[in-house]
Every structure is written in C-alpha cells, then in structure tokens.
C-alpha cells in the first residue's frame, strides 16, 4: 500500500464545474497535509495547507482533512482552462519527518 | 514570502563532466533543503535530505558519490552531479522546508533546473 494515494486521472471537467480530488493517506500520526499544483514542465507550487479536521476555503479551493478516515481533499470551485495541472496530495508527520507526496492527479478543464 | 530560487535553470553538458546546481532560500532560513528528481511524465522522487551543517540523508537507490550535497548555509544547498552521463538527463528539483516540528513542514520548491547530457 502506498504511502499517499491518488488517482492518476485525468480528471476531465468542463470551464465552470466543481473539480473534486482525493486523496488518502497511510499514516495515522500525520499532521500536516498539502495540496500542491504542477504545470507540465515547471516545479510544484503550494496551493493550499491544512491541519485540522474540516474545511478550510482559500478562494475558489476548498481543502477537506478528515483524519478519521484518513482522507483529505481538494474542490476547485468555478474551474477554468488554466486550473489544468497534476495536483500533487502531501502529508507530514511533523517532528522533522519528510513530507510523503503521491503521485498526482492529472486535472483537465475543458473550455 | 518564501521564495526559493534556483540555478542554473537549465544545463546541457558532455558525457563525463560534473554540473553543480544551486539552490537558495531568498525571503527566509531553511534548515532543511530537499532534492528531487522527476522524469517526463513521472512522479517526483526525492533524492536526499540537505541539513544545514551536516551530510545529507540520500534516499535508498541514490549514489551519494554521485550526486553530492552540501549545506554550507542556512540560505543555500548545492547538488553536484559528478560524471553525468545521459541517463541522468532529467529535471532537477530543490525545496526547502519553511519550518521543521508542529504542524508546518511547509515546503517550497525552486523553479527547477533541466539537465541534459549529450
């Protein structure tokens, strides 16, 4: 079993939908949980963090922890042409423990 | 905030010849770097943690003598890839930690350096 799991995708939705990506994660102690987006061809940016149980809004992103079931996600609300990217899911355990990144999720918005 | 440049952002070098790619923390002090690499259409693969002031951790699989690693500051990680040949043509990709402990561990990556060995 992976570390952090995603479904590759693609993703497929069209300009103006709800984006929703998943992910779910082996570590019960993590504590810290990212989402991050990657550009063909360009570096990992940061898009949203969270570290408690819920939602937390930034925006059109929506990020959803629930450690119970060991699942976070992502929603993209209003999806454009350029939210077209992988979206990488990460967790930490803290402590100075590494930052376990699945291996993405290809999002493809249809103009 | 939290801006991590690196350089160069793309080489090109001969079979045998060692590149040394720098990676800086701009706008803050990082006393964790991390070095990635990522083929075309795969995922990222981290090969070693950087600690300022002492030798890095490299993840199973990685040659440290080949790919070497110093962290001589707070500010700034340095790979070396010694006697590159074309199959280590690939995207080079450093971040650095914005906090160690609690619940940060933010990450931020460079732009990323393209290396291509003829």
């Known amino acids: 079993q992976k570390e952090v799991e995603q479904n590759s995708g693609p993703l497929s939705v069209p300009e103006g939908a709800i984006a929703s990506l998943n992910c779910t994660y082996s570590?019960?102690?993590?504590?810290?949980f990212f989402w991050y987006r990657q550009y063909s061809g360009k570096s990992p940016e940061l898009i949203m963090s969270i570290y408690s149980n819920g939602d937390k809004e930034d925006g059109r992103f929506t990020a959803q922890l629930n450690k119970a079931s060991q699942y976070v996600s992502l929603l993209i609300r209003d999806s454009q042409p350029s939210d077209s990217a992988t979206y990488l899911c990460?967790?930490?355990?803290?402590?100075?423990?590494?930052?376990?990144f699945g291996a993405g999720t290809r999002l493809f918005v249809k103009a | 905030g939290a801006v991590v440049s690196q350089h160069p952002s793309w080489v090109i070098c001969k079979s045998g010849t060692s590149v040394k790619i720098e990676c800086r923390s701009l706008?803050?002090?990082?006393?964790?770097m991390f070095w990635y690499r990522q083929f075309p259409k795969q995922s990222l693969m981290l090969m070693a943690t950087s600690n300022e002031g002492s030798k890095a951790t490299y993840e199973q699989g990685v040659e440290k003598d080949k790919f070497l690693i110093n962290h001589a500051s707070l500010t700034l990680s340095t790979l070396t890839v010694t006697s590159a040949h074309p199959e280590d043509s690939s995207f080079y990709i450093c971040?650095?930690?914005?906090?160690?402990?609690?619940?940060?561990?933010?990450?931020?990556f460079g732009p990323g350096t393209r290396l291509t060995v003829l």
């Open positions: 971040s650095a930690r914005l906090r160690s402990g609690g619940s940060y561990n933010e990450q931020f």
């Open positions: 706008d803050f002090q990082a006393t964790t």
């Open positions: 570590d019960r102690g993590s504590q810290s």
């Open positions: 990460a967790v930490n355990r803290g402590g100075g423990f590494k930052t376990i």
